[in-house]
């Protein structure tokens, strides 16, 4: 009895040193697999404050963990096992599957510019009531949620690729932790930056005139930084819509596009040494932009143009 006990605890040592070393790897290779999709989560960031934009400081966190939730649940339920299903099925339809994602994200982008140019004034009252109604705050929610869940396809999608020739269990696991901790990242980020006015506010009240100076310029500043982050938001759903396509063109052998955004981003890169890689960056995504915007306008004028029809008919 004490040799088989001597035994078994060997064993339960062995399997909690191999436990302990698949989470290693888990948080290791997730944490990989989070960097190679910083760009997408950056965008990501970006976009959902402009869905909070213009409600009451009391709505605010509430819609930001409704939006959470649903991010969540996207990716854990709906992506999460989608992905790993189609990686071990069917690998050829992710691209294409990310493709019309990012065509949407083009349609919902140039939807937005085109509604800051054709929209018709409404009186302050007007837009008081639709910022205060449920139904605005219902649409504003799935709005973000549906941005948010082709944002985090590609997020995944990035991250399966990093890890793509690990064990199912490990792929699945590590799939899982950056769900949460991307989740958790964004959606923690945004509650502070759409919080910050507040705490300017509080920072106003006190004494000390440190602190006082600093909560009067957050709140005098927070407007502007707000309106600056709708307009990236709207820019940041283009360019990564714009920027999937772009890729999955390349992955077809369409690889016409991405080669000349590519070689005009080095060239202005090479013009000015110093700042290379900010300039060739900043060209990329301004040329995957014009692709997404050109994409985005098409779609936005057939939508309008049945929409115009489904209307007219109507009225005969």
Same mark, same amino acid.
């Given at each position: 009895?004490?040799?088989?006990?001597?035994?078994?605890?060997?064993?339960?040592a062995a399997i909690a040193k191999l436990t302990a070393a698949s989470i290693d790897d888990v948080g290791a290779a997730a944490g990989r697999a989070g960097f190679k999709a910083a760009g997408v989560v950056v965008d990501d960031t970006a976009v959902t404050p402009?869905?909070? %934009?213009?409600?009451?400081?009391?709505?605010?966190?509430?819609?930001?963990?409704?939006?959470?939730?649903?991010?969540?649940?996207?990716?854990?339920?709906?992506?999460?096992?989608?992905?790993?299903?189609?990686?071990? $099925?069917?690998?050829?339809?992710? %691209?294409?599957?990310?493709?019309?994602?990012?065509?949407?994200?083009?349609?919902?982008?140039?939807?937005?510019?085109?509604?800051?140019?054709?929209?018709? *004034?409404?009186?302050?009252? *007007?837009?008081?009531?639709?910022?205060?109604?449920?139904?605005?705050?219902?649409?504003?929610?799935?709005?973000?949620?549906? %941005?948010?869940?082709?944002?985090?396809?590609?997020?995944?999608? @990035?991250?399966?690729?990093?890890?793509?020739?690990?064990?199912?269990?490990?792929?699945?696991?590590?799939?899982?932790?950056?769900?949460?901790?991307?989740? $958790?990242?964004?959606?923690?980020?945004?509650?502070? #930056?759409?919080?910050?006015?507040?705490?300017?506010?509080?920072?106003?009240?006190?004494?000390?005139?440190?602190?006082?100076?600093?909560?009067?310029?957050?709140?005098?500043?927070?407007?502007?930084?707000?309106?600056?982050?709708?307009?990236?938001? #709207?820019?940041?759903?283009?360019?990564?819509?714009?920027?999937?396509?772009?890729?999955?063109?390349?992955?077809?052998?369409?690889?016409? @596009?991405?080669?000349?955004?590519?070689?005009?981003?080095?060239?202005?890169?090479?013009?000015?040494?110093?700042?290379?890689?900010?300039?060739?960056?900043?060209?990329?995504?301004?040329?995957?932009?014009?692709?997404?915007? %050109?994409?985005?306008?098409?779609?936005?004028?057939?939508?309008?143009?049945?929409?115009?029809?489904?209307?007219?008919?109507?009225?005969?």
């Amino acid at each position: 009895m004490p040799g088989g006990l001597a035994a078994l605890l060997d064993d339960v040592a062995a399997i909690a040193k191999l436990t302990a070393a698949s989470i290693d790897d888990v948080g290791a290779a997730a944490g990989r697999a989070g960097f190679k999709a910083a760009g997408v989560v950056v965008d990501d960031t970006a976009v959902t404050p402009r869905y909070v %934009t213009g409600f009451t400081p009391d709505r605010e966190l509430p819609i930001i963990w409704r939006i959470a939730k649903g991010s969540l649940r996207n990716k854990l339920l709906i992506i999460l096992p989608v992905a790993l299903a189609l990686s071990a $099925l069917l690998p050829w339809a992710i %691209t294409p599957l990310l493709m019309i994602g990012g065509a949407y994200l083009c349609y919902e982008g140039a939807e937005k510019v085109w509604e800051t140019f054709a929209k018709k *004034e409404e009186s302050l009252a *007007e837009v008081a009531a639709e910022l205060n109604s449920v139904e605005h705050e219902r649409n504003m929610v799935a709005g973000a949620i549906r %941005t948010d869940f082709i944002l985090s396809a590609e997020i995944m999608a @990035i991250a399966l690729a990093e890890v793509a020739t690990e064990p199912f269990p490990l792929r699945a696991g590590i799939l899982a932790v950056v769900a949460v901790a991307i989740t $958790l990242g964004v959606y923690g980020v945004v509650g502070l #930056i759409v919080k910050m006015d507040d705490v300017g506010l509080h920072l106003a009240e006190r004494r000390a005139s440190g602190p006082r100076a600093l909560g009067r310029g957050l709140v005098h500043a927070m407007p502007v930084v707000m309106k600056a982050l709708s307009v990236v938001g #709207i820019a940041a759903m283009i360019w990564v819509g714009g920027g999937i396509i772009v890729h999955g063109l390349e992955t077809f052998g369409m690889a016409g @596009i991405a080669h000349f955004i590519h070689d005009l981003a080095e060239a202005a890169g090479h013009a000015i040494p110093s700042l290379e890689a900010i300039v060739a960056w900043i060209v990329g995504a301004v040329g995957a932009g014009i692709v997404g915007l %050109t994409i985005g306008a098409l779609i936005v004028l057939v939508h309008h143009a049945v929409a115009h029809r489904g209307g007219s008919e109507a009225t005969h």
